[in-house]
């Protein structure tokens, strides 16, 4: 059954995924590829946060880890859509433009997944 709900998750994260990335699409700026970056600085938060209140404690038992965690996050971020995206940046637009996608993704990302560390931590 926990494969069932793993996959369910996948689902309802990709279909999330999917409405960002055509929201983000309605607003372009820089030529920068939004919904996917978006996609993998919430879900980095939210992946953190899933994570520490799982530590320890029994807010998310492990069905609700694998299914948030690996299914909902898993199929919201992505790092397939990342990589094709920066490299279609550096072949059509140039090194300037992918670099700072690329910068861009790391950095929000890292500091999404520590703040999500952190409130999760906090949040008793």
């Known amino acids: 059954m926990t494969w069932l709900f793993v996959a369910l998750g996948g689902a309802v994260g990709t279909l999330g ?3 960002l990335a055509r929201l983000a699409s309605q607003h372009p700026a820089f030529g920068i590829p939004w919904g996917t970056l978006s996609a993998n600085l919430i879900g980095s938060f939210l992946l953190g946060i899933v994570v520490t209140r799982a530590e320890g404690r029994t ?3 492990v069905d609700a880890q694998l299914v948030l965690g ?5 199929g919201f971020t ?5 990589n094709l995206e920066t490299l279609k940046l550096f072949e059509e637009s140039g090194l ?3 670099s ?3 910068g861009l993704t790391i950095i929000s990302c890292l500091v999404g997944g520590f703040c999500g560390l952190a409130l999760g931590r906090s949040v008793e």
């Open 59 to 61: 807010l998310f038992g």
């Open 100 to 102: 700072l996608y690329l």
């Open 17 to 19: 995924r999917y409405g």
């Open 70 to 74: 690996v299914g909902v996050m898993g």
């Open 96 to 98: 300037l433009r992918a």
């Open 78 to 82: 992505t790092y397939s859509s990342f």
